[in-house]
């Protein structure tokens, strides 16, 4: 799991375009959205892409995105369950 | 006043302004269900024009084969041959200008290109329209993403009003492809069945193509005007200054454009009486935030018992075409005592409570009102009214005034130039290129010290302009922290958004590695550049995005002019050349303000600028 959030950490600054940060800057804990990084509506359908090209999971639309994309650590826990690739 | 001779829309429905104003009297739409248009893998509804149809009526017209033109060309053609045959104008006089409204013009030749390669380029499909029609002068494309149909008419009443041109001829065109479609669905905004604009199950927009061609003409005596000519009584655009994608969720933009039309022109004409109004034209896309931000808008513009109507329904969202098309249909409308329903709607239930019309009924209403809203943070609101020729309230509430104003006094405050070698404010080299570096705009960005970190999910272009932006302003004292309906943005370049929009098709091009990326797709609109300004610097004036075939001081100094003209509230204009295409960085900006002691032509003595 810890190395699954380490991974995702990567492909969130990597996506996002999170300029001088690096993965201990996020804490896997904290919420994505809002406060923090500094995320937009943008971002979140960025990440909807990055979960269906780096995972093979399809979110249908941004509501069913902002269950997941609460906190890296409950993004992981989605994807260990429902990854297909 | 401005007021049209001619027009004509070419869509799916039917060839002709009248025949697309029966098939929707008819409830017709060729919106429908494609499992994988364009060798999309995911369905979509959309509505297109047959080929065949348009190849059969441009044969009519034009001798040589039907594969010189695309088929967006060949229907910006079919609209502006008809418009201007009901004009009786003769288009190659010089006293006529062509403007082109369009987002993505020939965007799917990225994929493959059978024609010369300057034909994916904005500037080019207007030179061959205009060329087509033997006319003699530059034409200038507008290209505001959604807004760009009703940004062409307020830029032909300016040219009309200020250029000294006597004829405007206003042509928005857009087909899909590919590359709109997949953008689209990559931000999840298309429905997947017929769009419900307004209602409460709405749940997203459907794309469509289309032409249509205005004919505006000038003439400040009132007797002059035709009788049922539609009068273009004003048009405003208004920056949100809040997110690039997303529609302001109190519609600050969309707002502050109804109270400058309503407000009237300028002293010469007054306050419009909002009684008149038949009905409102809205943008009605059927995405959740669009409907309820004009919902928004029209409520607090008090105007929520007039009737609401949008046109998406009948023909999609047709991008580009779009405030033209819809500008003409609710022109049809009126002149019939009609008011459009709003087909696909049965219960309307946007943010704020709005009057909109679900079927369609008659009216005695001479005016209406055309909003539309898009990418970018942009709005834009026309006024418009009907010559009846029981009515002498246009005489009346126009004046006889000249609405010529004086030509204001503008002086350079700042300028700055970015090349790909270095970056010169005020005529002082304050950063040259590493040789090495192949991060020259970052570099830039260190350098000056800024703090945005925005500024690494923008594409080339917009970090340009940004960064010239963040000099041009520097060290100027002004309010910072509160949207400023008296700046603008008004930007040209030759590439618009091609240097992006080719990294685009690279997430499109393969079919085994296709994911569309929304984050790149939102930067393939030219005129985001100005959004992203807007946003940064709190402007909420106009933003405008023009391509034309190369960078003239000429021109640009014109295009400013004309916009503190139009708009007497303004004292800043951010403007200027930004280009970027090939990996090659052009960027000539200058920050100018109104009315003040010292100044200097724009552009053409800039060694007068004082640092």
């Known amino acids: 799991m810890e190395e699954l959030i380490l991974e995702l950490k990567k ?28 995320l937009d509506s943008i971002d979140a359908l960025e990440l909807i892409v990055l979960m269906e090209k780096n995972y093979g999971i399809k979110l249908a639309n941004a509501n069913e995105g902002k269950e997941i994309f609460k906190s890296v650590r409950v993004m992981a826990e989605y994807i260990k369950e429902h990854r297909t690739k | 006043m401005i007021f049209s001779i001619g027009d004509s829309i070419i869509s799916p429905l039917a060839m002709t302004s009248h025949g697309n104003f029966e098939a929707v009297m008819r409830g017709e739409s060729r919106l429908q269900y494609y499992e994988h248009a364009f060798g999309l893998p995911e369905p979509c509804f959309i509505s297109l024009m047959e080929d065949e149809r348009i190849d059969r009526a441009f044969e009519t017209i034009y001798d040589y084969s039907v594969k010189d033109y695309t088929k967006m060309e060949k229907a910006a053609i079919l609209a502006v041959h008809q418009a ?12 006529v200008i062509f403007i082109l409204s369009t987002t993505k013009g020939n965007v799917d030749l990225l994929e493959s290109n059978p024609y010369e390669p300057e034909r994916p380029y904005l500037w080019r499909s207007a030179q061959l329209i205009a060329e087509f029609f033997g006319n003699p002068n530059t034409p200038i494309v507008v290209s505001n993403a959604c807004i760009s149909g009703c940004a062409a008419q307020i830029a032909a009443a300016n040219q009309l009003r200020y250029g000294g041109y006597k004829y405007a001829v206003v042509v928005g065109a857009e087909t899909l492809s590919k590359f709109v479609i997949s953008g689209f669905q990559s931000f999840k905004a298309l429905s997947k069945e017929r769009c419900m604009p307004f209602d409460g199950s709405r749940c997203g927009l459907n794309l469509g193509e289309a032409a249509a061609a205005i004919v505006y003409t000038i003439d400040d005596d009132p007797t002059h005007i035709p009788d049922n000519a539609l009068i273009l009584r004003a048009g405003a655009i208004n920056n949100d200054a809040n997110h690039i994608s997303g529609p302001s969720r109190t519609g600050e933009g969309l707002l502050r454009a109804i109270n400058k039309v309503i407000a009237g022109f300028d002293n010469a004409q007054p306050a419009f ?5 038949a009905f409102i034209n809205a943008h009605g896309t059927a995405t959740l935030y669009n409907d309820d931000m004009e919902s928004v808008a029209i409520s607090r513009a008090n105007l929520q018992q007039v009737p609401v109507n949008s046109l998406k329904g009948y023909f999609g969202h047709t991008l580009g075409a779009a405030g033209i098309l819809e500008t003409i249909m609710a022109y049809q409308a009126i002149k019939n005592h009609t008011i ?16 909109v019309a679900t079927s369609t009924m008659n009216t005695n209403g001479d005016a209406f009102m055309k909003l539309i809203s898009g990418f970018g943070g942009s709005n834009a609101a026309l006024l418009m ?43 002082q080299t304050i950063i040259s290129r590493n040789a090495d570096s192949n991060t020259w705009l970052a570099d830039i960005y260190r350098h000056i010290g800024m703090a945005y970190p925005k500024f690494f999910k923008m594409d080339n272009l917009c970090k ?26 008004v930007l040209m370049n030759s590439a618009s958004s091609l240097d992006d929009d080719r990294h685009y098709q690279t997430t499109i091009q393969d079919a085994d590695n296709y994911y569309p990326s929304p984050a790149v797709f939102v930067y393939t609109l030219a005129n985001i550049i100005t959004g992203e300004i807007a946003i940064r610097h709190k402007i909420g004036g106009e933003s405008s995005f023009y391509v034309v075939p190369a960078f003239s001081p000429e021109q640009m100094d014109t295009m400013v ?13 951010i403007c200027g050349w930004a280009d970027y295409d090939e990996g090659k960085c052009e960027v000539k900006m200058q920050l100018l303000e109104k009315n003040v002691e010292t100044h200097c032509s724009v552009y053409q003595n800039n060694e007068r600028i004082e640092n």
């Open chain 2, 340 to 355: 459009i329903g709003t087909k696909g709607t049965d219960n309307p239930a946007p943010a704020c409570p709005i009057n």
């Open chain 2, 464 to 489: 340009a302009g940004t960064l010239a932006a963040e000099l041009l302003l520097k060290d100027v004292d002004f309010d910072r922290e509160t949207v400023k309906p008296d700046w603008a943005v």
């Open chain 2, 273 to 277: 009486d909002v009684n008149r109004l």
């Open chain 2, 84 to 95: 201007i045959a009901e004009a009786n104008i003769a288009a190659n006089r010089s006293d």
């Open chain 2, 385 to 427: 009214e009907i010559n009846r020729n029981d009515n002498m309230s246009v005489v009346e509430t126009h004046g006889r005034a000249s609405l010529q104003p004086e030509k204001p006094t503008i002086s350079v405050i700042s300028q700055c130039d970015i090349t790909d070698d270095a970056v010169v404010l005020n005529g």
């Open chain 1, 11 to 38: 492909e969130i600054i990597d996506v996002l375009n999170l300029e001088g940060m690096t993965p201990a800057d996020i804490d896997e804990n904290a919420p994505l959205f809002g406060e923090g990084l500094g």
């Open chain 2, 561 to 573: 002019s004309q916009c503190f003209s139009a708009n007497p509230e303004l004292t800043h204009i």
